[in-house]
C-alpha cells in the first residue's frame, strides 16, 4: 500500500511538474504578441524594395499591431513588390491617404510595416491601395551611399 | 559470386520482414492501448512512474548544464556583435525547438529504454512471458502495453522539463554570471520565440516518444532468451533509437520549416 501511494505520488509530482513547464514554456517565453482578430480587410501597397520583410510580419501603427503581412508578390510588368497585409476591422477609420514604410525592429530586429496616419476623410477598406509608401532601408545601399560622399569629400 | 548474391538478398529480405514486423507490433500496441488506458490504468501509471518520474533527476540535471552552456557560448559569440542581450532567445530556440526534444530522447533511450529493453528482455529469458501465455494472460497487454503507454506519455513531459530548466541554467548563466539585463534577456527571448517554435518541440518530444519506446519494447519482446542476448538487446535499443531519433528530427525539421 505504501509502495502504491509513492508511486502515485511522484507519478503526481511529475506530470505536474511535466505541465508547469509546458504552461511556462508557452506563456513565458512566447511574446503573445500573435495577431489574431477574426474579422478582417485587405489593403494592398506598392513597394519599391520589400528588403527582408516576410509573410506573418507585423503590421503597427503608433507602436500597436492593428494587422499582420498577409504575402509578397513581385509585379513583372510594374517591376516592383505588392504587399498584401489584414489589418483587424474594428480599425476601420484609418485615413486612406495614410502612408506605409517598412521598418526595422531594433537594429538587428526583423522588418515590419509601419503605416502613418494621413488627414483624409475617407477611411482604408477591403481592397484599398496605400499611394504612399517608403522602401525597406537596405543597409549595403546605405553604406555605399556613404562610401561614395565620403569619397567625394576628400577630393574637395 | 552466387554467395554472396545470396548473403545479400537474405539480408535486405531479413530487413524488410524485420521492418514489417515491427510495423505489426506497433499496430498491435495501438490496438490494445485504449482498452488498457481505461481498464488498467493503475499498470500505466506505475510505469510512467518507471520512465518519467525515475528519470526527472538526470533530465534536469542535464538540462540545467546544456543551458548553461547556451549561455556560455551564446554570449561570448554574440559578444562579438555587441548583441549579447540576444542570449536569451538564442538559448530558448535552441532549447525549445531542437537540443529539449533530442537530447531528452536520447537519455530517455539511455535511462528508461534499457531499463524497459533489459526487463522485458529478462522476462522472456526467464519464460515468464510464456508463463504468461500458459495462464491464458496475453503479454503484450499485460505487459508491454502499459510500458509502451508509460514511455509515450512520460516523454514530452520530460521534453518540456528539460527546456523549462535549461532556460533557468541559460538564465542563471547569462543574467547571473555574465550580467546580461533581465529584462532584454526575456524581452528578446519572448520577440523570437513563437507558438509555432513551441509546437515544433511538442510535435518531434510525441514522435521521439513514440518511437524510443516502440524500440525499448520491441527489442526487449524480440530478445534471444539468453544473458547474452538481453545484453545485446539493450545495446541495440540504445544504438537504433539515437539513429531513429536523429533521423526523425531531420525530417520533422525539414518539413517543420
Known amino acids: 500500500m505504501q509502495q502504491t501511494r509513492t508511486v502515485e505520488l511522484g507519478t503526481g509530482l511529475f506530470a505536474l511538474l511535466g505541465m508547469g513547464a509546458l504552461f511556462f514554456l508557452t506563456t513565458q517565453t512566447t511574446g503573445g504578441k500573435e495577431f489574431t482578430a477574426s474579422e478582417t480587410f485587405q489593403v494592398t501597397a506598392r513597394f519599391e524594395n520589400v528588403g527582408s520583410l516576410r509573410a506573418r510580419a507585423p503590421v503597427a501603427m503608433s507602436g500597436v499591431t492593428i494587422g499582420r503581412v498577409k504575402g509578397i508578390v513581385f509585379d513583372p510588368y510594374a517591376l516592383d513588390a505588392v504587399v498584401t497585409f489584414e489589418i483587424d476591422s474594428s480599425y476601420d477609420q484609418l485615413p486612406d491617404d495614410s502612408d506605409a514604410s517598412i521598418l526595422t525592429a531594433g537594429l538587428l530586429g526583423s522588418q515590419y510595416i509601419g503605416l502613418q496616419a494621413g488627414g483624409s476623410d475617407t477611411f482604408l477598406e477591403e481592397g484599398s491601395e496605400l499611394m504612399f509608401t517608403q522602401s525597406a532601408i537596405v543597409l549595403e545601399n546605405l553604406i555605399g551611399k556613404f562610401l561614395v560622399r565620403g569619397g567625394s569629400g576628400d577630393e574637395e | ?257
Open chain 2, 1 to 257: 559470386m552466387t554467395g554472396v548474391l545470396r548473403d545479400v538478398y537474405f539480408t535486405v529480405f531479413e530487413f524488410v520482414r524485420t521492418f514489417g514486423a515491427l510495423q505489426l507490433f506497433f499496430l498491435r500496441l495501438l490496438m490494445y492501448s485504449p482498452g488498457i488506458l481505461v481498464r488498467r490504468f493503475g499498470l500505466v501509471v506505475g510505469q510512467v512512474y518507471n520512465a518519467g518520474a525515475l528519470s526527472l533527476v538526470i533530465i534536469m540535471i542535464c538540462g540545467f548544464f546544456v543551458g548553461g552552456v547556451l549561455g556560455l557560448q551564446g554570449f561570448s559569440n554574440l559578444a562579438k556583435f555587441n548583441a549579447e542581450d540576444s542570449v536569451g532567445a538564442v538559448a530558448a530556440l535552441a532549447l525549445v525547438k531542437e537540443l529539449g526534444p533530442v537530447i531528452t530522447a536520447l537519455l530517455f533511450a539511455g535511462r528508461a529504454g534499457t531499463a524497459l529493453a533489459s526487463e522485458i528482455g529478462l522476462m522472456r529469458a526467464t519464460d515468464q512471458l510464456s508463463a504468461m501465455e500458459m495462464m491464458a494472460v496475453n503479454p503484450i497487454r499485460r505487459i508491454v502495453v502499459p510500458r509502451f503507454l508509460g514511455g509515450v506519455i512520460a516523454m514530452p513531459l520530460l521534453a518540456a522539463v528539460f527546456s523549462a530548466v535549461g532556460l533557468l541554467g541559460a538564465h542563471v548563466v547569462g543574467v547571473s554570471l555574465l550580467g546580461v539585463d533581465v529584462g532584454s534577456f526575456w524581452q528578446q527571448m519572448q520577440q523570437s520565440v513563437e507558438l509555432a517554435d513551441i509546437q515544433e518541440g511538442i510535435i518531434k518530444s510525441v514522435v521521439f516518444g513514440f518511437a524510443a519506446s516502440l524500440l525499448a519494447v520491441w527489442e526487449g519482446y524480440n530478445a534471444i532468451p539468453t544473458a547474452e542476448g538481453v545484453g545485446r538487446a539493450t545495446t541495440r535499443t540504445v544504438v537504433i533509437t539515437a539513429i531513429v531519433v536523429l533521423i526523425f528530427d531531420f525530417m520533422i525539421t525539414a518539413v517543420a520549416l
